[in-house]
T-cell receptor, first 114, second 110 residues
Framework: DAMVIQNPRYQVTQFGKPVTLSCSQTLNHNVMYWYQQKSSQAPKLLFHYYDKDFNNEADTPDNFQSRRPNTSFCFLDIRSPGLGDAAMYLC?????????????FGPGTRLLVL | RKEVEQDPGPFNVPEGATVAFNCTYSNSASQSFFWYRQDCRKEPKLLMSVYSSGNEDGRFTAQLNRASQYISLLIRDSKLSDSATYLCVVTMDSNYQLIWGAGTKLIIKP
């Protein structure tokens, strides 16, 4: 019973070709997050939504955008992927914000940029 | 100085041994602490929360030392299936953001 679903699991794109990663959740959680994780590094928060309120991290490149059309779905758009954007992209949810709340992660989408 | 620091390892440990990880954090106002486990090419999963009084879950024991600003994870009677990367996470209760360590890789050998 998957709770946080990410599609596709693997995505190959060409340098500069826009790509969209999707995330859906069955938990009815208010908060959804997108992380970027590169090999042997900690997950890096890109942005999060609290309900429909979008919160961008200060160091998230403009190349990365997000959409949350409803509670269940959230999308990560990479407008012009560069070689440095190759990474695992993790979606997570939590019931509400706040540090005590457990975040539940999807299986991730591994992005390869050629 | 990183906000959350961990020894990257890898720790190569024989099956059945006890292994301990430490993690230090820089913000003394941090309130909540967690250990996550991440298998190779998989997502992080919450292993356990860390409380001031310490907590134990089977073979796993987590401790918090606020004075010295470190948390620890002890794994007893290690199993092959414990092989993974263990990530230390610190948060402020009022803030959604998790501050992650880079993780410590553990390899259990038969």
């Amino acid at each position: 019973d998957a709770m946080v679903i990410q599609n596709p699991r693997y995505q190959v794109t060409q340098f500069g070709k826009p790509v969209t990663l999707s995330c859906s959740q069955t938990l009815n959680h208010n908060v959804m997050y997108w992380y970027q994780q590169k090999s042997s590094q900690a997950p890096k928060l890109l942005f999060h939504y609290y309900d429909k309120d979008f919160n961008n991290e200060a160091d998230t490149p403009d190349n990365f955008q997000s959409r949350r059309p409803n509670t269940s779905f959230c999308f990560l758009d990479i407008r012009s992927p560069g070689l440095g954007d190759a990474a695992m992209y993790l979606c997570a949810t939590s019931r509400v914000g706040g540090g005590r709340e457990t975040q539940y992660f999807g299986p991730g989408t591994r992005l390869l940029v050629l | 100085r990183k906000e959350v620091e961990q020894d990257p390892g890898p720790f190569n440990v024989p099956e059945g041994a006890t292994v301990a990880f430490n993690c230090t954090y820089s913000n003394s106002a941090s309130q909540s602490f967690f250990w996550y486990r991440q298998d190779c090419r998989k997502e992080p999963k919450l292993l356990m929360s860390v409380y001031s009084s310490g907590n134990e879950d089977g073979r796993f024991t987590a401790q918090l030392n606020r004075a010295s600003q470190y948390i620890s994870l002890l794994i007893r009677d290690s199993k092959l299936s414990d092989s993974a990367t263990y990530l230390c996470v610190v948060t402020m209760d009022s803030n959604y953001q998790l501050i992650w360590g880079a993780g410590t890789k553990l390899i259990i050998k038969p």
